[in-house]
């Protein structure tokens, strides 16, 4: 018999899952001992504040103007965008799905706006700060030798990176800065429904459940009176949640119903994502980033061999679709939706005379404990282990994407 996903029923198979009654990010500040040396920093972002993907039907629509999507003067930089081998940008059926509609106002959906590239900018100021003004780890002028910038192929992660990458060299660079990204197909910087046949067919049967779970259909035929969006329009809480949002961070009008839902709406889009990612089945979080966890571990084992010495910072412009996955796998996620420009930050340090590693992860720039580590600053190997638990191989992941027979849902 399938479990009711209430609150509880999300919390309590969640927290079973990861081995702990309490789900809860837990905060530290720990201080770096001075007999550990920093060796590589990789950050994985979400966006900044976009348009929305959709508006809500039915409901007083924001206008989403074109001059809300103004660059300001401070995030402007040289650079190009190439596919992973330095050849011409692949082609975006994301990016192009986009741009078959408009949203009232005359702007496309899921754009990048001014609030949004200020929020990065933001972000790249902040990593100014710890790595080239306290800790003077990154040279101040910005080298394709020593940072990596990796993107999703849609607009508004590649106008982010270019966003954060300004603040965080101040516009200083002797060379065009290259953001690289890859076609669809072979994407691992979210869970991808292009590439992999199985993650298709899991999420897509999970998606269409999770609206219809008691309490969720119960709280969605609620607000659909309440706000009078017709019975026959295709709406969930995690539409409702994104336009609520990006109206909300631009100071567009809210109507006042909509507002008093708020909570609600937060709780259910969260619940409705446990719903859909599974996280207390291993395979569909392995599905989600084993590729892009392998791909971290991968740049830190290459760190410590000294097969890239002059490689100090990988940047990953993605999405909270890529954020919460991960927060799971690491079990750090604390219920809560990851807000417009988060970051996820892993830091590899080795002891100056044992040379024994170790990797420190932070989250909107507060330390976290991961799960399976004695410390914040977590020895290799139980970090490795940890990572294990859902990272996959290029091959394996290629292997259970192939693999769709025996799909019945207990």
Not at 85 to 102: F, H, L, Q, T, W
Request: aromatic share 8%; hydrophobic share 35%.
């Amino acid at each position: 018999m399938r479990k009711l996903w209430t609150k509880a029923g999300v919390l309590g198979s969640v927290s079973m899952a990861f081995g702990s009654i309490l789900w809860s990010q837990r905060k530290t500040h720990v201080k770096t001992p001075p007999s550990f040396e920093l060796k590589l920093v990789q950050v994985l972002f979400r966006h900044g504040a976009r348009t929305p993907l959709k508006s809500i039907p039915d409901v007083m629509e924001a206008q989403w103007v074109p001059n809300l999507l103004e660059p300001p003067a401070c995030t402007q930089i040289n650079y190009v965008v190439t596919d992973l081998e330095g050849g011409p940008r692949p082609s975006s059926p994301v990016e192009d799905s986009y741009r078959a509609n408009i949203l009232s106002g005359g702007t496309y959906p899921g754009q990048l706006t001014t609030v949004g590239m200020q929020q990065l900018y933001e972000l790249g100021e902040r990593l100014r700060k710890r790595y080239i003004q306290d800790m003077a780890f990154l040279n101040p002028t910005f080298s394709p030798a020593e940072v990596y910038v990796r993107s999703t192929n849609i607009v508004r992660t590649i106008e982010s990176a270019k966003c954060l990458v300004a603040g965080l060299f101040q516009q200083s660079q002797k060379d065009i800065v290259p953001i690289v990204t890859t076609e669809a197909e072979s994407e691992i910087l979210y869970p991808n429904y292009y590439g992999c046949r199985l993650l298709k067919l899991l999420s897509g049967h999970r998606w269409t459940e999770s609206s219809t779970l008691p309490d969720i259909a119960a709280d969605l035929k609620g607000i659909q009176s309440a706000l009078g969006i017709a019975s026959h329009q295709r709406v969930d809480f995690i539409l409702i949640r994104d336009d609520m949002v990006a109206r909300k961070a631009h100071g567009l009008p809210c109507p006042p119903i909509l507002d008093s839902w708020r909570n609600t709406v937060e709780q259910r889009a969260v619940e409705m994502i446990c719903h859909i990612y599974e996280p207390s089945k291993r395979e569909n979080l392995q599905l989600c980033v084993g590729p892009l966890l392998h791909t971290l571990m991968g740049n830190i084992e290459n760190k410590l061999q000294g097969s890239e010495p002059s490689r100090k910072l990988f940047l990953y412009s993605a999405h909270d679709t890529t954020l919460m996955p991960c927060l799971m796998a690491l079990g750090i996620f604390d219920m809560r939706w990851p807000p417009y420009a988060a970051d996820i930050t892993m830091e590899l340090y080795q002891h100056v005379q044992t040379k024994e590693a170790f990797v420190k992860v932070s989250y909107i720039g507060q330390d976290q404990l991961i799960t399976g580590c004695s410390g914040v600053y977590c020895p290799l190997q139980e970090f490795k282990q940890t990572l294990s638990n859902y990272s996959l191989t290029s091959e394996l992941y290629e292997s259970l994407c192939n693999r769709t027979e025996g799909l019945a849902d207990p």
